[in-house]
Every structure is written in structure tokens, then in C-alpha cells.
């Protein structure tokens, strides 16, 4: 158990909706990156932020959008969702200058 | 995009056979780090270098990176059927408290009893 958590473990929503994933960092942890995985495109990074800030911009969609809240605590909203955002969507955590990022268990999307 | 490429994209060995992967990649990096991932689950932090160090041993995992060769490989010694597993590169780069992680494709280790 990495100490990150991701909620909802599944998600099951239809084209053209919007959701939202929440990942919780482990205690003291400051950054927390989004990953995106899929089978064509790999793990992609998504974005990061650090203590409330964004700090790094990867292959987000415009579609998406993610913040941080005062609790350190992360929501990833994707919206307008097509089929192709269907994947495992992971959240880590890291302190702050550290290098070892620490992965949560995913939220696995599907959009039918 | 891609930074790093694993080779091979899968391996099949029998238990007790030492499994090597490689990775490779493009531009110049802070470190690089291993990282495990079992079917659909999240991935696993395994061990990480430094971009001045040469080697390092983790119990049955041993790394390397060549920064000349811009490689690295992985080397689990001993294997056990429970090292079944994806296991990818992936490598860091960005200052301060920016960094992200831009990962390989993954090498599909599976490990026969």
C-alpha cells in the first residue's frame, strides 16, 4: 500500500459527460502528479502540482483540468468525454523535491 | 510522447533464470527510475539512479545506466514466479519541485514456475 488513494476504483459513464477523479497524497506528500494510461498511448503524464500550484503541464487535453485543494487532496475533471479517454487514470504523490514518486491504485474509465 | 524505449517488449523465463531488460532513451535526465507494475494495478517504485552513478543493487534487482549510451538496464536475479509483471523506465527531468516522469513502453516479464 503506496499510502495514496484514488477514488472511484471504477467509472462507467457515456460519451459526452463529465466526471471526476480524486486522489488523496500520502501524509506530508506536497506534489501530486496525474498519469494517464491506455493501451495505445502508454503512460502519459498529465499534470503536477505542488502545494496548491500547478508546477507542470504534460499531454493534457484542453478538456481536462485538474487543481489541488488547501488539504493537499487532487481532483481531475475530464469532461466532454469521448471514447478514447477510456483508461487507468493514476495519481502520485511525492515530497516535494524528492524524485520517488508514489502511484495510488488508478481509476479505471470507461466511456461507452 | 515516449522517452524511453524497454527492450524487449516481453520476456518469458523459467523460475530461477536471471531476466535483463533495457531502456532507452533521448534526452538528457536528472535520474532514471524502474518501476513495476502488476496486471492493471498501480506501479510500484523499484529503485532509482542517479544520473552520475553508474550501477546500483536493490536485493535481487541490479541497474545500470550508461548516460553516454543514454541506456539503462535492469537486471532481477534469481527470478520468482511472483516477479511477473510490467516493468517500466521511466525517467525524470525538470528542476526543483517541477518534475515529471516520462515513461517507456514497459517489457511484460513473465516468469514460469
Known amino acids: 500500500d503506496s499510502g495514496v488513494t484514488q477514488t472511484p476504483k471504477h467509472l462507467i459513464t457515456a460519451t459526452g459527460q463529465r466526471v471526476t477523479l480524486r486522489c488523496s497524497p500520502r501524509s506530508g506528500d506536497l506534489s501530486v502528479y496525474w498519469y494517464q494510461q491506455s493501451l495505445d498511448q502508454g503512460l502519459q503524464f498529465l499534470i503536477q502540482?505542488?502545494?496548491?500550484?500547478?508546477?507542470a503541464k504534460g499531454n493534457i487535453l484542453e478538456r481536462f483540468s485538474a487543481q489541488q485543494f488547501p488539504d493537499l487532496h487532487s481532483e481531475l475533471n475530464l469532461s466532454s468525454l469521448e471514447l478514447g479517454d477510456s483508461a487507468l487514470y493514476f495519481c502520485?504523490?511525492?515530497?516535494?523535491?524528492?524524485?520517488?514518486?508514489?502511484f495510488g491504485p488508478g481509476t479505471r474509465l470507461l466511456v461507452l | 510522447s515516449q522517452q524511453g524505449e524497454e527492450d524487449p517488449q516481453a520476456l518469458s523465463i523459467q523460475e530461477g533464470e536471471n531476466a535483463t531488460m533495457n531502456c532507452s532513451y533521448k534526452?538528457?535526465?536528472?535520474?532514471l527510475q524502474w518501476y513495476r507494475q502488476n496486471s492493471g494495478r498501480g506501479l510500484v517504485h523499484l529503485i532509482l539512479?542517479?544520473?552520475?552513478?553508474r550501477e546500483k543493487h536493490s536485493g535481487r534487482l541490479r541497474v545500470t545506466l550508461d548516460t553516454s549510451k543514454k541506456s539503462s538496464s535492469l537486471l532481477i536475479t534469481a527470478s520468482r514466479a511472483a516477479d511477473t509483471a510490467s516493468y517500466f523506465c521511466a525517467t525524470v527531468s525538470g528542476a526543483g519541485s517541477a518534475r515529471q516522469l516520462t515513461f517507456g513502453s514497459g517489457t511484460q516479464l513473465t516468469v514460469l514456475p
Open positions: 502540482y505542488y502545494n496548491g500550484e500547478e508546477r
Open positions: 502520485a504523490s511525492s515530497v516535494g523535491t524528492r524524485e520517488t514518486q508514489y
Open positions: 539512479i542517479r544520473s552520475n552513478e
Open positions: 534526452t538528457s535526465i536528472n535520474n
